[in-house]
């Protein structure tokens, strides 16, 4: 079973609505959480850490739901400028070997 | 600050082919990490480094080697590239392992034929 499995996609959203995103992962034991942004051809950068109260970064929602193992993703007046692939990335211990990346969900804004 | 750096951006070679992929931090880091990232995959960790003169291996490992001489540095050998290892190989720094920010160099695509 994989660590953290995110819907691929993709989504393609007119300009101005609202999309969320889901991301499951398996190990109970995970103790930080974080999404990624991923433009195409490009390297992921970080666009928000997830905590447990749930967390908000302008139009940019992040939630965590531990008793179902979930973390979303919430985005609100969808511009074209966020047209990326996110990545949901969790991690279940504090070395660089304990972080796993969802394979990410693509997003697409339209006119 | 450059951030991240890796060289090269592009590089094809040959099947049994070798190759150092370079990866240099000057934010002086401790973590740095080497991930490969195929389609319907997420990043896969193939080796990391705790400081200079620690490696260890990840999920991936096997056809490759590191090496961590300075704090800045962590090049990644490919010692006999095969077909399977067509990818894009991403370097990551960070101050502290996994719980903080993770920064990505630009990535080297790498084909093997």
């Known amino acids: 079973r994989k660590e953290v499995e995110q819907d691929p996609g993709p989504f393609n959203v007119p300009e101005g609505a609202t999309v969320a995103f889901n991301c499951t992962y398996s190990?109970?034991?995970?103790?930080?959480f974080f999404w990624y942004r991923q433009d195409c051809r490009k390297e992921p950068k970080l666009l928000m850490s997830?905590?447990?109260s749930g967390n908000e970064d302008g139009r940019f929602t992040a939630q965590l739901n531990r008793a179902s193992q979930y973390i979303s993703l919430l985005i609100r007046d969808s511009k074209l400028s966020d047209s990326a692939t996110y990545l949901c990335?969790?991690?279940?211990?504090?070395?660089?070997?304990?972080?796993?990346f969802g394979t990410g969900t693509r997003l697409t804004v339209i006119p | 600050n450059a951030g991240v750096t890796q060289t090269p951006k592009f590089q094809v070679l040959k099947t049994g082919q070798s190759m150092t992929l370079q990866c240099a931090q000057d934010?002086?880091?401790?973590?740095m990490s080497w991930y490969r990232q195929d389609p319907g995959m997420g990043l896969r960790l193939i080796h990391y480094?705790?400081?200079?003169?620690?490696?260890d291996q990840g999920e991936v490992p096997n056809g490759y080697n590191v090496s961590r001489s300075t704090t800045e540095d962590f090049p990644l050998r490919l010692l006999s590239a095969a077909p399977s290892q067509t990818s894009v190989y991403f370097c990551?720094?960070?101050?502290?392992?996994?719980?903080?920010?993770?920064?990505f160099g630009p990535g080297t695509r790498l084909t093997v034929t």
């Open positions: 990551a720094s960070s101050y502290s392992g996994a719980v903080h920010e993770q920064y």
């Open positions: 190990n109970s034991a995970s103790q930080s």
């Open positions: 997830v905590y447990s």
């Open positions: 990335v969790v991690n279940i211990g504090t070395g660089a070997n304990n972080l796993f």
């Open positions: 934010m002086n880091h401790e973590y």
């Open positions: 480094s705790v400081g200079a003169g620690i490696t």
